[in-house]
């Protein structure tokens, strides 16, 4: 291998700021070193990988490709030079779990408090990916093991049921939906949404649930956490589709209402996923058996 980590990180810099100069600011660097490595990496790989101009530069198809790739090899890098140095300090074990937003926010917080209590040399590195996503990085070695709300498609994954996770619709108190018992998706379609981001799982369920009914879903606003949505929903922004367990600390501080939803695709199975052909490390096999203990 001809180039380095600091050859990936300047291509990366270059990419995020569309510029050398600016690349070499964010770098500590001199633009016109910054130029002499990409210009290098051109050479050795027989492509061009920008396109320059007078307002700054342009990813090439090849450039787009490089750096995918160098984000990755950077991250696993960062990720290694982070577990040997808990090593390094006495902090023996090294996790590393992709989970979706329902677990993060319902059912993770409690269950690693009790696995960090009994296992304080084991470091847990969590991140919120979508179920597509977490299978991805499983699949790739980039999590040791995920918990996913769909089976995964890829080949060589296997899945163990987690948790279940009710989907509810919550409204102001003053909305047209708020004292009814339940209710169906079809009467939630026509009104405002308060949403997740677009790459979330729970908006890529919802908006299959609509095709599915051959329309299109209202969405008002998207927001980032289930904390936010309530608040959009205290505010009369919309109604929203969430988990359950999400609401309990808003249901009372926001005075929103709560109604189950009777489509079954509502009663969500969480799953927790791992490879299928090959068995954790000591630590991940650990945390593994714990989540799938807790209660």
Request: charged share 20%.
């Amino acid at each position: 291998m001809r180039f380095d980590f600091r050859d990936l990180e300047l291509f990366v810099a270059v990419a995020e700021t569309g510029s050398i100069s600016r690349a070499a600011e964010r770098s500590h660097t001199v633009p016109s070193a910054v130029s002499k490595r990409i210009s290098d990496l051109e050479a050795l790989f027989g492509t061009e990988l920008l396109v320059r101009g007078g307002k700054g530069v342009e990813l090439t198809a090849s450039g787009h490709a490089f750096v995918s790739r160098a984000r990755a090899l950077l991250e696993q890098a960062r990720q290694l030079d982070d577990e040997m140095r808990r090593h390094a300090s006495g902090m023996l074990g090294y996790v590393r779990v992709f989970a979706n937003i329902s677990a993060i926010v319902e059912f993770l917080p409690g269950a690693l408090a009790a696995f960090a209590a009994k296992h304080p040399d084991i470091h847990v590195h969590l991140e919120e990916h979508t179920s597509a996503g977490i299978a991805t990085a499983v699949a790739g070695n980039s999590a040791d093991f995920g918990i996913v709300s769909e089976l995964p498609t890829i080949d060589g994954l296997e899945t163990v049921p987690f948790r279940n996770d009710e989907l509810v619709l919550v409204t102001n108190p003053a909305h047209p939906l708020a004292k009814r018992a339940s209710v169906s998706f079809a009467e939630v379609i026509p009104f405002p949404l308060v949403g997740l981001q677009t790459n979330s799982s729970l908006h890529q369920l919802l908006t299959r649930a609509a095709i599915d009914r051959g329309t299109s879903l209202n969405w008002r606003i998207h927001v980032t956490s289930f904390d936010a949505a309530c608040a959009m929903v205290a505010a009369g922004l919309g109604v929203s589709i969430i988990p359950r367990g999400a609401t309990t600390a808003f249901i009372r501080s926001l005075a929103l209402a709560v109604v189950p939803l009777t489509d079954g695709w509502a009663a969500r199975q969480l799953f927790l996923c791992a490879p299928a052909n090959k068995p954790l490390h000591g630590a991940a096999q650990l945390l593994f058996e714990h989540l799938r203990a807790a209660k």
